[in-house]
T-cell receptor
Framework: KAGVTQTPRYLIKTRGQQVTLSCSPI?????VSWYQQTPGQGLQFLFE???????NKGNFPGRFSGRQFSNSRSEMNVSTLELGDSALYLC?????????????FGPGTRLTVT | AQTVTQSQPEMSVQEAETVTLSCTYD???????LFWYKQPPSRQMILVIR????KQQNATENRFSVNFQKAAKSFSLKISDSQLGDTAMYFC????????????WGLGTSLAVNP
């Protein structure tokens, strides 16, 4: 099976702009989670989508949002970008069933806000 | 509070030797899952090993094994016969069981395998 893919891999944006990141999970996986990784805060959970519904949400401002499509692909959007949003954004794919909690990660999108 | 503590920010080991990475965690839940992930310089996060909290037997995956002490909330990773390709950041993480995929992460241990 193909792994988790994320596009784009690198992105440079200016403060105040908005950005959309995309994630395609492993075929058959229904859960997609998003994480932000920074040197100072480490890895932090943003949100999880399962069958097109947001199932869990982390402690991030409303500028961070996401959605999931019927084919399980997910997008996350960050509006009104701030310098502190510069980070590696990781997407993780999981079957989503209570019998399997393993998450498989994509290569990440490196976002730089200037 | 649900937290993961990795007390060793950096470690090094000689090729072919054994190294143990420490991890302690805190959760009030009884049913949870523990993981070790590896992130090499490529930044690709790779699942190394997992442990179900309800299982007493320690998980093993080839050269990787864990020492799971539930009462002490300790979950250490042992890497045997270290290889140069094991050089990476290693993250300890857990998930509480249920309709939840929120991984709680430690800050990581940077492991360098020296030739």
């Amino acid at each position: 099976k193909a792994g988790v893919t994320q596009t784009p891999r690198y992105l440079i944006k200016t403060r105040g702009q908005q950005v959309t990141l995309s994630c395609s999970p492993i075929s058959g996986h229904r859960s997609v989670s998003w994480y932000q990784q920074t040197p100072g805060q480490g890895l932090q959970f943003l949100f999880e989508y399962f069958s097109e519904t947001q199932r869990n949400k982390g402690n991030f401002p409303g500028r961070f949002s996401g959605r999931q499509f019927s084919n399980s692909r997910s997008e996350m959007n960050v509006s009104t970008l701030e310098l502190g949003d510069s980070a590696l954004y990781l997407c993780a794919s999981s079957p989503g069933l209570t019998s399997n909690y393993e998450q498989y990660f994509g290569p990440g999108t490196r976002l730089t806000v200037t | 509070a649900q937290t993961v503590t990795q007390s060793q920010p950096e470690m090094s080991v000689q090729e072919a030797e054994t190294v143990t990475l420490s991890c302690t965690y805190d959760t009030s839940e009884n049913n949870y899952y523990l993981f070790w992930y590896k992130q090499p310089p490529s930044r690709q996060m790779i699942l190394v090993i997992r442990q179900e909290a309800y299982k007493q037997q320690n998980a093993t995956e080839n050269r990787f094994s864990v020492n799971f002490q539930k009462a002490a909330k300790s979950f250490s990773l042992k890497i045997s016969d270290s290889q140069l390709g094991d050089t990476a950041m290693y993250f300890c993480a857990f998930i509480n069981a249920g309709n939840n995929r929120k991984l709680i992460w430690g800050l990581g241990t940077s492991l360098a395998v020296n030739p």
